[in-house]
């Protein structure tokens, strides 16, 4: 079978629900058949090699600890996520996002359609915004209304958190 590639921001090995969530999909995923990497910029109290086993889950910090701006960045051009990204060679991989920026889905989907492979959104809530200086409020406002509403035509697949999530994407076939 091919492999997964499960990307986002979420502090591994247990630092949130989100982790928690992405931890159990990787799961499943290996059960599967399919050889699953998790890749975030928070990986935690473990080694800090390229490489971490967690549970029979491959997880990949390609990140330093630095400013938010800095590892976001870091993030989104590392030599060590293309490199792992690189093992996308087969039609049956998968590239699953979570929660991703649309900053990143758009050039993973392009990614994805060049090398051939699916890529699945992975959308739990809209996130609110208040609280959040202008213009950090207002940026995030538009990315999560782009992401939730737009973004997820680009997929091949979406999975959800809720039933109220589930029906408005089941409605576009999706």
């Not at 999975?159 to 576009?172: P, R």
Request: glycine share 6%; charged share 15%; net charge positive.
């Amino acid at each position: 079978m091919g492999s997964v590639f499960y990307i986002g921001n979420f502090q591994l090995p247990d630092g949130n629900a989100a982790c928690q969530r992405v931890l159990s999909n990787a799961k499943l995923l290996n059960l599967s058949g399919m050889e699953t990497h998790v890749i975030t910029s928070n990986l935690e109290n473990v080694s800090t090699s390229a490489l971490n086993i967690y549970e029979g889950i491959n997880c990949h910090s390609p990140v330093s600890k630095s400013s938010k701006w800095s590892k976001v960045y870091q993030f989104l051009t590392n030599s060590r996520i293309r490199k792992i990204l690189s093992k996308t060679q087969q039609s049956g991989d998968i590239i699953i996002l979570y929660n991703a920026p649309v900053s990143l889905i758009f050039p993973m989907y392009l990614y994805a359609k060049w090398k051939k492979c699916k890529l699945v959104l992975d959308l739990s809530e809209y996130y609110s915004s208040s609280g959040m200086s202008f213009p950090w409020g207002w940026l995030k406002s538009i990315d999560t209304f782009l992401r939730m509403n737009f973004c997820w035509m680009l997929a091949h697949g979406v999975i959800t958190t809720s039933a109220l999530l589930t029906n408005k994407y089941e409605k576009y076939c999706c």
